[in-house]
């Protein structure tokens, strides 16, 4: 007799890489005073080309290093960055492994642009956002 023929196992998809939920920095922030430490952050805002994408990327990385508490991503002016605060949040949430706080302009601004970029925060683990 001949073995039953079995179907090859399935191939795992690619693994994604994993959404890092943030920390609160209020919490973080209340622990250091408790505790009498120092601590800081870094603010960035977006860059305007692809290059300094690039360049920001590597700064971010180096910034990392130091070890602050979290890092700033400002909105941009009326919100022609949006989408790019959002994906470097995302960077330096899930790359960088630094807790990202997200600066989100909402006044004069669509309902629409304030709830998908809250969405976008929600699905990549953002969860510090400075509303302004």
């Known amino acids: 007799l001949t073995p039953p ?5 399935p191939r795992p998809a ?3 890489m994993p959404v890092v939920q943030g920390n609160k920095i ?3 922030i209340n622990d250091r005073q408790k505790r009498g430490e120092q601590f800081f952050s870094f603010e960035y805002f977006p860059p305007k080309t692809e290059q300094g994408v690039k360049n920001l990327d590597k700064r971010m990385t ?5 070890g602050p ?14 989408d790019l605060t959002l994906t470097l949040c995302d960077k330096i949430q899930n790359e960088k492994k630094i807790d990202a706080l997200m600066h989100l302009t909402c006044t004069n601004m669509e309902k629409k642009k304030i709830d998908d970029a809250l969405e976008g925060c929600k699905k ?3 969860r510090n956002i400075l509303a302004l």
Not at 5 to 9: G, I, P, V
Not at 69 to 76: A, P, R
Request: hydrophobic content about 50%; charged content about 25%; aromatic content about 6%.
């Open 5 to 9: 023929h079995r179907a090859a196992a």
């Open 14 to 16: 690619a693994a994604a």
């Open 26 to 28: 209020i919490d973080k």
């Open 62 to 66: 180096e910034m990392a290093e130091r």
């Open 69 to 82: 508490v979290w890092m700033d991503m400002t909105w941009g002016a009326g919100g022609r960055t949006s």
């Open 124 to 126: 990549v683990g953002v």
